[in-house]
């Protein structure tokens, strides 16, 4: 891989922590990575089988802020940051994000970065310990 090993970390962690707050405790979490159809490129998932996610709102879903279920999510807690953040790591490493659900069903996030220098990652976000997690730029 060539990335930024706090990216990865960060990027997992977001989507573990809505994976384990949207499956119920009989559910399933499941984590891997694939090459991706994109050579170069190596895909990260987390499944779920949680609730899922209806159709209409998939294409906002990595927008800042955005929440499927306001009262739901709020007594979740949380700020609606997690998906723009982990779409903003992707991004700057030359990868993307998808998503792929269905409601009753569950849940597939994926995102990929460079297993290779592509000349994008050589200058990879980091953080510090005391760094806030940068905001996506949509
Ligand atoms: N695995 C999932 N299953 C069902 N819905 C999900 C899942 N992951 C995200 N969502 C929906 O997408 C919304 C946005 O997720 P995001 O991680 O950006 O924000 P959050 O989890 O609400 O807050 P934060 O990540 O800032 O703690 C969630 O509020 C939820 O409605
Ligand atoms: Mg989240």
Known sequence: MFCDWKAVHQALCNLLENAIKYTPDSGTITVGTRP??????????????????????????FERFYRVDKARSRELGGTGLGLAIVKHLARSHGGDVAVESEPGSGSTFSFTLPDHDNGIGAHPVSFSDHDEAPVAAS
């Open 36 to 61: 991706d159809t994109r050579a170069g490129f190596v895909r990260f998932y987390v499944r779920d089988t949680g609730i899922g996610i209806p159709k209409e709102d998939l294409p906002r879903l």
